[in-house]
């Protein structure tokens, strides 16, 4: 499964065995708190329902994290497709400028935790404060 840990980063969970309840077999959809920003399967229907990616947000970093907290709280559920195949093509060296936009990945995140995380979010801003300041 995927999930975040304190520093809003994206983590790997093992995968449950299944249970013979809501998991009978391997290929059976494992219900996951979010999304590998780089894994996503939506019709664009639902992705404009949610409001598609938030504006304030810069560049790339946490638009994962945005997007599940949004599916959550708007009745959606996130699941992993064991049987499905993907592909993600890695670049060889980040192709993004930063000039004079230091710390994207902490800012966006500070937003996300700001927009979607209520009384939690000061879990996420009392980490990232020195590192801003």
Same mark, same amino acid.
């Given at each position: ?47 404009? @329902? ?6 304030? %947000? *810069? /560049?790339?970093? $946490? ?5 599940? &907290? @949004? ?6 559920? %996130? *699941? /992993?497709?064991? $049987? ?5 093509? &890695? @670049? ?42």
């Amino acid at each position: 499964m995927c999930g975040f840990d304190f520093d809003m980063l994206f983590t790997w969970i093992p995968i449950p065995p299944p249970d013979g309840i809501k998991r009978r077999t391997w290929a059976d959809p494992i219900p996951t708190p979010t999304h590998l920003g780089c894994c996503l399967a939506t019709s664009k229907k639902n992705f404009d @329902k949610l409001g598609r990616y938030d504006p304030g %947000l *810069e /560049i790339w970093g $946490c638009e994962n994290l945005e997007l599940s &907290f @949004k599916t959550w709280m708007c009745g959606g559920r %996130l *699941e /992993i497709i064991p $049987c499905s195949h993907i592909a993600h093509m &890695f @670049k060889h060296h980040i192709i993004y400028k930063w000039v004079g936009k230091p710390r994207i990945l902490e800012r966006n995140c500070l937003r996300v935790s700001e927009v979607w995380m209520d009384e939690y979010k000061v879990f996420y801003q009392h980490r990232l404060k020195a590192v801003l300041s």
